[in-house]
RNA sequence: UGGGCCGUCGCCAAGCGGUAAGGCACUGGGUUUUGAUCCCAGCAUGCGCAGGUUCGAAUCCUGCCGGCCCAGCCA
């Protein structure tokens, strides 16, 4: 059996262009990419589209790929990042070919800098932050030399040398490079390259008081692991000069070629750490990998699959131009995916009591349901019918339209599997709700056809009262209400209260594994679903990851406009 | 209003001077014991706009218009 991705055409863009005429002319026979990770947070959705662009090139080019950590923040980053990254690219199904993180390199990058300083290329300056940032100009206007610009060679060794040894306070010099305060390009105005931090690094402990900057750090990190194509996002392209300045003024094993692609827009989604965080430490949701989160590992509990993150990623394809993806891309990758794996089972999860009035009190017949309708090497499992049973309270109603299909009084409805059943009175409460239906059953219809051939619209689900699982089943909805929350202010102007439901009374069809986790069920005509991490036998908790396309959603909808 | 980048169907996206792929969405039809799946059909005389070059332009040139990014000792 094929997967729905298989038979699509071959993935190709302009970076995969780029590199097959790198390989062509014999620039390189061997490619080495890397993800370059911050340890300051989890992996987003975003971070996927880059995981799947970098490792997905390199193993389509027989080359490899690196996960890096840009710890160079010792602020920021923290080991629990650390393993849950880790934990996500592998889960995405990558295989990287060295971990190294970018403090592996800090004694090299020291003497890189060392060396820039040798060759009048950088400087210690004594400013203060405020200051720098006052004499930086604006972007119309050129930026004014710093009076410690011109220190002598041996001055800016000894003032680097004393930075590393700890002597002074954070903030109080910083190391720059000597490039042009005139520049256009502000980040050319002689960008600070070692700041002081007197910080524990969760790696290096308190080896460093001194820390390199990002466009230090990862142009020269590229080169010690001879990266030959470094991916990364349209904001650093103004930093790409900077990037090759480094290199070009430095002796490194080589210059790797740094190329911007677009990051990852979906529409009602977050895809910033910050205010991911913000939502974790609020509470709003429940961590990281709250299902509701778009990080790899909410989706993960989620219910998607590897595949279908992976499949996303492909199809909306790698370009230079800012843009927004409709959800609609994304859930149809799952929907996809998951059609052709998950098993189908039977769960009601707002029940509604049903009695069967002329079938046996004491009797229970097993039913054959298919687990696949289209793949009979699914097999079938037993299902257990009686003359309690439960529907779903959709399923129902009083007073009921010509199109609806399903049960109403006096109506007759297929219950998937088992029986053609009419509804015959309807018990209400003393508030006016229903309590319960008394419903009569044709036996002649065993299996879901009668002999003179009738037919019936509707086919509802249902299941055994007496047999039934019970359940939490949580449902959810987008977290976020407006097109695009990274807009917004603040975050909480953002969030769809009704972003998650909870179905208390959840009743399950028997044979049903409560606890096992990668396992992706159907529950027929609600959707997919999957166990939660929390989930046990004692305590069963379903994840609804999706729903099934409902086109009589989209009828009831217009019926309520007219 | 300095610099960098980007504009092809509602949303993505191929196209690389020879006469507009594909996916999602949408619309119509068929199959169906999931109003699911699957299948079939429809969906840009048009490529931000205006000129120009050419036998021929989404592709080349010029000028406009619109959008995104940059003034952290964050990445």
Known sequence: MNTPSEDRAPVTNFIRDIIAHDIKSGKHSHIITRFPPEPNGYLHIGHAKSICLNFGVAQDFNGDCNLRFDDTNPEKEEQEYIDSIREDVAWLGFKWKSNPSASDYFDQLYEYAVSLINKGLAYVDSLSPDEMRAQRGTLTEPGTESPYRNRSIEDNLDFFKRMKAGEFADGEHALRAKIDMASPNINLRDPVIYRIRHATHHSTGDLWCIYPMYDFTHCLSDAIEGITHSLCTLEFEDHRPLYDWFLDQLDTPCHPRQIEFARLQLKYTLTSKRKLNQLVQEGIVDGWDDPRMPTI???????????????????????????????????????????????????????????????????????????????????????????????????????????????????????????????????????????????????????????????????????????????????????????????????????????LQIHPNGKLEPEIETSRQPLAYQFERLGYFIADKHSSAEKPVFNRTMSLRDSWAKIEKEQDKN
């Open 297 to 499: 590992s909410g989706m993960r509990r989620r219910g998607f699959t590897p595949e279908s993150i992976r499949n996303f990623s492909d199809i909306i394809g790698v370009t230079k131009k800012d843009s927004m993806i409709e959800m609609g891309v994304l859930e149809n990758c799952l929907r996809e995916d998951l059609n052709v794996r998950a098993q189908r089972r039977m769960a009601v999860l707002n029940p509604l009591k049903i009695i069967i009035e002329n079938y046996p009190e004491d009797q229970v017949e097993y039913f054959d349901g298919k687990n696949h309708p289209q793949y009979p090497d699914f097999g079938t499992r037993k299902i257990p019918f009686s003359r309690e049973l439960y529907i779903e309270q959709e399923d129902f109603m009083e007073d009921a339209p010509r199109k609806f299909f399903r049960l109403a009084p006096g109506r007759e409805v297929r219950l998937r599997f088992a029986y053609y059943i009419t509804c015959q009175q309807v018990i209400k409460n003393e508030d006016g709700s229903i309590r319960e239906l008394i419903c009569s059953y044709d036996p002649e219809s065993r299996g879901g056809n009668t002999p003179d051939g009738r037919k019936v619209k509707g086919t509802i689900h249902w299941v055994s009262a007496a047999h039934a699982i019970d359940a939490e089943v949580r449902s959810y909805d987008r977290l976020f209400n407006v097109v695009n929350p990274a807009r917004a202010e603040d975050v909480h102007d953002t969030l769809n209260p009704k972003s």
